[in-house]
Structures are given as structure tokens and as C-alpha cells.
């Protein structure tokens, strides 16, 4: 499959693939999509394939304004407009009750749906040009590193696809903060793009914590994901010559000096991990972050890497 430039021209073919029932890996600010018609069953059931993801795994509906929230969510809570105002588009997925008409498929048989505006100008071109909202994992293969270029998208889902648009660079780099707006209190099911803290500053009310594993409702959240094919070891200091994500300066050429803002980071680290698995390490060693709380999300995909297979 060759990736193609979103020049007009592609734009509107790959409006026509989605339309059609296709697949189409699109950009967005955190990770590439694999997008197909989030109203489409069987597109959907494909993109299950494609990825070899359980099918009881719901996708994220992307929309390209929160007007179009109505064609997939049946209602809304105040909290929905307040949180849509400040970080639409953006890094942040909302859960609310589902639409009838979106099939079982894409919400995993769930009653709810997930639903965000991606930041960024193709995914929105393709959700306009198409007139549907979009289903889109991340664009890699289950459990695997989430591309966040068009060239690392891996070559087994690019045989599968219709189209891949290139995007450049996700300024992002790890997926959208999943919050669930279904219930009574307001939770962060997936930490993300958006912080706690700053959902917390737009609420004005702290959230939910998180109910341990086997009692989680958000099916798919496995121990193990946004994993290399290396093995990843965290530790306090990498070794001399070991390969790895530093924090220090590097003692070894396969070490990869990594920023210490912890947004900075979070751009880096699925690129940086995937060229040390390119290179074909057999470690990658990770200095662990800081602690505290705008490292939540790394923490997290840090933690689901390094969890054993
Ligand atoms: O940044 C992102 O969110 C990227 C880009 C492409 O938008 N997409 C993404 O999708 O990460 P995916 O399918 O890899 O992750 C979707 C997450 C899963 O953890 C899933 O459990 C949760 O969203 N999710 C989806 N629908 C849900 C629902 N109805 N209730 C609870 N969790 C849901
Ligand atoms: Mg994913």
C-alpha cells in the first residue's frame, strides 16, 4: 500500500473508500487511525480483523464538531459541553449513553459510545468530506506500539488497508484521555492527551478513581499493550551500555535522550521505542519519570509496555 499525500485529490478518494465500507489509516494529533464509517458494521467487524483485536474492544467515534455529537450519543450530561468547549478539538474522549443506530459492533456491545474531535486537519477534512463519524483504533496491531508516523505503521496493516494518509508527525504522540461521562461521577478510564488536573480545573470537582481491573467496564484495557517487540525493563538509571529512554545523558549510542517535560516526552516515546525495536534490541531499558501527576498517562503506557507478555 502506498501512502499517499492528503492533497485534495486523495482527500476525496479517501471520502469515497469510507463511504464505500473501506478502511483508511488517517493522522490525527495522538496516534494514526485506522478509520472506517463508525455506522458501518461490517466495515467495523474489518477493522477488528485488520488490527486482530477482540471485537468486544469498543472503538473511539471521531466527529469533526460537537453538533455531530447528537448522530452518535443519545444525551449528554452539562459536563459533555463544559469539557467539549475547552479541549474540542483535542486529545480528550468522552463515554456517554449511545444512538440505537450505532451498531453493536463498534461500541463492543456496550450501551455507551466514545466519542471526541481529533485536532487535527485531515481526520476532520475526512470526517466532512465522507459525512460520517468515524471509528478509528490506533493503527497498529493488537497490543503492539501505536504509530505515530505514517512510515511506522506496520506492514501487515498496510496490505490490509485501502489507503494510508500521510499526516506528518503526531504532535501528541499517546492516545486520547478516555473519561466516562456515562455514569454519576465523571472517570478517567484511560489517562491521555488531556491531564487530570486539567479536567479537574474545567469541572471545578475532582474525579472518580479508577475501579481495579476485573471490575473495569472498559473492556480492552489490557495489562500488556503499547508494547515493542523488545522486552522493556523501567528502572531507576539505565545501565552504561544498555540500550534504552534516558532521562541523563546518554553513555551508549542506543540510548535515547528523552525530555523532561513530561508532554514532551509523551510525543517521543512511541517513536523512540519503536526505532530502538527497528534496530532490533532485544531490551529496551527505560529510566523511569517523575511521579508526579502530568506524568499519569506515560506512567501508564510505561507500565502496559513493560508488562510481561
Ligand atoms: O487517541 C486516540 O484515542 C486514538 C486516535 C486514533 O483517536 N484512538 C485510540 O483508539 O486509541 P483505541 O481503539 O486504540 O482505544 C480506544 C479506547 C479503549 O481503551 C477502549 O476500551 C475505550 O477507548 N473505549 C471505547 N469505547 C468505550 C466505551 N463505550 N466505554 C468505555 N471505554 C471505551
Ligand atoms: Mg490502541
Known amino acids: 500500500m502506498q501512502i499517499l499525500q492528503p492533497t485534495d485529490e486523495a482527500l476525496n478518494r479517501a471520502a469515497r473508500i469510507l463511504k464505500d465500507g473501506g478502511v483508511v489509516v488517517m493522522p490525527t494529533e495522538t496516534v494514526y487511525g485506522l478509520a472506517c464509517s463508525a455506522l458501518n458494521p461490517e466495515a467495523v467487524r474489518r477493522v477488528y ?3 486482530g483485536r477482540p471485537s468486544a474492544n469498543p472503538l473511539i467515534v471521531h ?3 460537537f453538533t455531530q455529537l447528537k448522530a452518535v450519543a443519545e444525551s449528554w450530561p452539562k459536563e459533555a459541553e463544559i ?3 475547552r479541549f474540542w478539538p483535542g486529545p480528550l474522549t468522552l463515554v456517554l449513553p449511545k444512538k440505537a443506530k450505532v451498531p453493536d459492533e463498534t461500541t463492543g456491545g456496550l450501551d455507551t459510545v466514545a466519542v471526541r474531535v481529533p485536532d487535527h486537519a485531515i481526520a476532520l477534512e475526512l470526517i466532512k468530506r465522507s459525512g460520517l463519524p468515524l471509528a478509528a483504533p490506533s493503527a497498529n496491531l493488537f497490543m503492539g506500539l501505536s504509530p505515530t508516523r505514517a512510515k511506522d505503521v506496520d506492514e501487515a496493516i498496510l496490505v490490509d488497508v485501502e ?5 506528518g508527525p503526531c504532535l501528541i504522540g499517546v492516545e486520547s484521555t478516555v473519561l466516562d461521562l456515562s455514569e454519576e461521577h465523571p472517570r478517567i478510564l484511560r489517562p491521555g492527551g488531556v491531564s487530570r488536573a486539567d479536567i479537574q480545573a474545567a469541572l471545578g470537582r475532582q474525579l472518580g478513581e479508577l475501579p481495579p481491573p476485573h471490575l473495569r467496564k472498559s473492556p480492552g484495557m489490557h495489562p500488556r499493550h503499547y508494547a515493542p517487540r523488545a522486552k522493556v525493563v523501567l528502572v531507576k538509571r539505565i545501565d552504561d551500555e544498555a540500550a534504552g529512554l534516558t532521562l541523563s545523558t546518554p553513555t551508549h549510542e542506543l540510548q535515547i535522550q528523552m525530555p523532561l517535560d513530561a508532554r514532551a516526552y509523551a510525543a517521543g516515546l512511541y517513536s523512540g521505542m519503536r ?6 534490541v532485544e531490551e529496551i531499558q527505560v529510566q523511569l519519570p517523575p511521579s508526579t501527576p502530568e506524568w499519569e498517562a506515560v506512567w501508564d503506557r510505561l507500565q502496559k509496555a513493560s508488562h510481561p507478555a
Open 49 to 51: 480483523e485488520i488490527k
Open 63 to 65: 466527529i469533526s464538531e
Open 83 to 85: 469539557l467539549a468547549k
Open 163 to 167: 489507503m494510508v494518509l500521510d499526516g
Open 275 to 280: 526505532r530502538l525495536d527497528v534496530l532490533g
